[in-house]
């Protein structure tokens, strides 16, 4: 066990439950953590059972009907610590993230920095939780409206950003008055171990155990637990479409709420009028960062005529100097994929390009050798092939050479998903339809940048199959909240709304 993972609280074998302290023997199976990059056990972690859920769900409760009676500036000073605590691990706990998950090194510490950054713009959140006023038709009468702290929280986290997503909820729930239950993906949990044991550096000094708990758990002890209990009022889920929608119709069949983030099949479009030398870098970062493995990650590119044959010609060229290999190696641009069959939906997803009649332009074969890697692969098709359809999880990039904007508005807003996309082009004009009523369908829509790195400022979230949900920024908090109406007579009649006359 390196010097590293020692200082994160990570062991030869795990505690996968906290609920207001350790529970050192877990009833769950024992669950392995591969380094991707090579195959190998990292560790071992012991998950939760149904009693180390129950005890979990129980502390977030005790502990809600203290943090909600605090002043939110007083949470937010908890966060504020929250976040000094992690800017004291970033390096350790980014190096984690590459080791386990398989993202590259800058990628990594990137996450956490996204940890640190929501960790300071709810700080300030804190402070600004408003509501409105509004004015009365009853004479002496005051209107307005207040919001409340929600509850325990469930949080579902994917492997792709095994830290950060937890951190845009948790971080803003907890300034909202709500604890937190957090089961993360099982690919990746000895980054959620690392990251309990940093928050419990401050909530154990606050005597607030039980602010953020943790069940690593598998789906009948944990995740359908988690989904059906009417103690959790709000389950935040990061995953696939298929994985949302079981999500949605439990939490909607006990009448709760549910915050999904789920797939994205998202679109760059080139004009011909675009810097193309912008677009080529966008959409490389876009297709190959985190081996094609983010939400936002770019899957397809329609370029207009004009600048087709250039952009390939530059993506063909820029593919050839892309350094596959260990993420921890500075040099390496992308890194493996999270697991055997993660590769092998890429290699499945290639036979059937070539099936429906695509052509393979370079990669798409699965490289040979420890670890799980594969092949960037750019492919140029036509975009109503029926895999183009179907979000493949990995660097996967298709090519449409279309005549005009028209056209590939068509084709972008044909798919399913709907969460992040993109447009290159210096013609003001064109820039607004794409971002009008009548443009992108999509949740974020960008000029000039790529599909890939959201700031925490703005709300981030899909439309249609990627779920509706919106986290970290803007009016984000609301999710967390629950909306009351006040009305205060202070008169010393009873008039009635409308007019109405009774008695």
Not at 319 to 331: E, F, L, R, V, W
Request: aromatic residues 6%.
């Amino acid at each position: 066990m390196t010097d590293f993972l020692a200082d994160l609280g990570i062991s030869e074998v795990n505690s996968g439950a906290y609920s207001d302290h350790w529970i050192e023997k877990p009833s769950g199976e024992a669950l392995v953590s591969f380094n991707p990059a090579t195959g190998e056990p990292i560790s071992t972690v012991m998950m939760a059972g149904a009693d180390d859920y129950e005890a979990a769900v129980a502390a977030a409760e005790k502990t809600f009907g203290k943090w909600r009676m605090m002043p939110a500036p007083q949470r937010g000073e908890v966060v504020r610590k929250v976040g000094e605590e992690l800017r004291r691990f970033k390096e350790p706990l980014g190096r984690l993230v590459t080791l386990e998950m398989g993202k590259i090194l800058t990628e990594g510490e990137g996450e956490v920095q996204e940890m640190i950054d929501i960790a300071d713009f709810a700080v300030g959140l804190s402070r600004q939780l408003y509501g409105n006023a509004m004015h009365s038709e009853r004479p002496l009468h005051r209107m307005y409206e207040q919001w409340h702290p929600l509850g325990p929280i469930g949080i579902i986290s994917a492997f792709n950003f095994p830290v950060a997503v937890w951190s845009w909820n948790a971080m803003i729930a907890a300034v909202c008055g709500d604890t937190m239950l957090w089961k993360p993906s099982p690919e990746t949990p000895l980054t959620a171990i690392a990251v309990q044991n940093i928050v419990n550096r401050v909530t154990d000094a606050e005597g607030l155990q039980g602010l953020f708990t943790l069940a690593m758990g598998d789906v009948p002890n944990v995740g359908e637990r988690m989904i059906a209990d009417r103690r959790l009022p709000l389950i935040s889920a990061t995953g696939s479409c298929a994985m949302g929608r079981r999500v949605g119709q439990v939490v909607a069949g006990r009448m709760g709420r549910s915050l999904l983030e789920l797939g994205g099949n998202n679109a760059l479009i080139v004009l011909d009028d675009a810097d193309t030398d912008l677009a080529m870098r966008a959409i490389l970062f876009g297709a190959v960062g985190t081996a094609g493995q983010r939400c936002t990650s770019t899957r397809r590119v329609f370029m207009q005529k004009g600048v087709a044959e250039k952009i390939t010609d530059q993506l063909l060229g820029a593919y050839k100097t892309i350094s596959i290999g260990d993420p921890q190696d500075p040099k390496t641009l992308m890194g493996p994929l999270i697991t055997q069959d993660a590769v092998q939906n890429v290699v499945n997803a290639v036979v059937k390009v070539r099936e429906q009649g695509g052509e393979v332009l370079c990669g798409g074969e699965a490289i040979d050798g420890p670890g799980y890697f594969c092949q960037p692969t750019i492919v140029r098709g036509r975009p109503d092939m029926d895999i183009v359809k179907h979000e493949t999880f990995g660097p996967l990039l298709y090519l449409f050479t279309v005549d005009s904007l028209d056209e590939a508005m068509q084709h972008h807003n044909s798919v399913d998903q709907g969460l992040s996309s993109a447009i290159f082009t210096r013609n003001l004009q064109k820039a607004e339809e794409f971002l009008s009523h009548r443009g992108s369908d999509c949740g974020i829509a960008n000029v000039n940048i790529g599909t890939s790195g959201a700031e925490i400022g703005g709300a981030f979230g899909g439309e249609k199959d990627t779920g509706g949900g919106r986290e970290a920024g803007s009016d984000s908090w609301k999710a967390y909240m629950r909306r009351q109406t006040n009305t205060i007579n202070w008169s010393n009649e009873l008039p009635l709304a409308q007019g109405v006359q009774f008695g």
